[in-house]
């Protein structure tokens, strides 16, 4: 069986790390799934000309090609109706936005400031150490992101920020979660191919090995992703993060692989749009990484494949 060769799984698994090392080093947030399906598609071409094997492309593609394309639209939709009404909860509770300056080390708090689309500049204002009276107040211009947004009242007797501080923490858990649940089975299917793993150690391998490129390398695409896409506050990263955890759990409760990376920009994407901060060049550049992981990953699986193969 062609599935459980070694020149399959090594190709397999070299060209799908091969192509997420090059993203995760340019900082590009790309799909670990769209890389393994691309992956499978190089090595399975590569072994139907070296050996004439049979390859089933059309499960493939309802398997996991409609999947992957679909659930980013639908984390999109999602976020694009419930950010609206979270918003309008919020200010039936009575629950307003402050801007925080920044001055240095210190916070200077200023009454609500209207905040435009796209690249609009706000103030970050400096009080001058020798300030009396008339010498009135000094202005330097700053991007709007040296802005800090802060929630003022409270819910339920809580500080209402501090409340959301611990949603938004406990959201990103969510995401993780999520991200383990659906990407593990993918990777571990794989190793499990091989007659020399067992589950329990495949499982505890693949658990220990995205930890550990997540804390080498994850900080370039995390700043990516949360700075890069949109501007947003608190709020709007608890909602973004909920809708990821929420899509990518029902999708792996029903057996459906996605990518928790294209369903978590998906939300960005639509906070974006309805916040009006969307920065469209970094988008369009994340959707050229998107179009081509899975080529590029299955022109490094059949080129692995066929050089294993030969020798």
């Keep these: 069986d062609i599935a459980s060769s070694h020149s399959f799984i090594l190709s397999v698994g070299l060209g799908a790390s091969l192509c997420i090392f090059l993203a995760s080093i340019l900082g590009w947030p790309v799909s670990t799934t769209h890389a393994l399906t691309g992956a499978l598609v190089g090595g399975g071409i590569s072994s139907y000309v070296l050996q004439g094997s049979e390859l089933k492309l059309a499960a493939l593609g309802g398997n996991f090609i409609i999947p992957l394309l679909i659930s980013p639209l639908i984390s999109i939709i999602l976020v694009a109706m419930l950010y609206p009404i979270f918003r309008y909860i919020r200010i039936k509770m009575g629950i307003t936005k402050e801007m925080d300056i920044c001055v240095g080390e210190k916070v200077v708090r200023t009454v609500p400031l209207p905040v435009g689309p796209g690249k609009d500049y706000l103030s970050s204002a400096t009080l001058s150490p020798d300030y009396q009276g008339d010498k009135a107040l000094t202005i330097d211009l700053a991007p709007r992101e040296t802005l800090m947004e802060r929630y003022d009242g409270r819910f339920l007797g809580i500080n209402s920020e501090k409340l959301l501080d611990a949603f938004h923490f406990l959201s990103g858990g969510l995401v993780s979660f999520a991200r383990g649940l659906n990407d593990t089975p993918k990777i571990l299917a794989l190793l499990l191919t091989a007659s020399a793993f067992q589950i329990e150690y495949g499982l505890v391998s693949v658990g220990i090995a995205m930890a550990i490129g997540g804390i080498i390398n994850g900080r370039r695409v995390a700043n990516r992703m949360s700075h890069d896409i949109t501007s947003m506050n608190h709020g709007q990263g608890f909602t973004a993060n909920l809708v990821t955890g929420i ?45 081509t992981t899975l080529p590029l990953a299955a022109l490094l699986a059949a080129v692995i494949y066929y050089f294993h193969f030969i020798h």
């Design 247 to 291: 899509v990518v759990i029902f999708a792996s409760r029903i057996g459906v692989p996605v990518s928790t990376t294209h369903v978590s920009c998906g939300s960005l994407f639509a906070l974006g749009i309805v916040n009006r901060s969307a920065k469209v060049k970094t988008i369009l550049r994340i959707l050229v990484a998107w179009v």
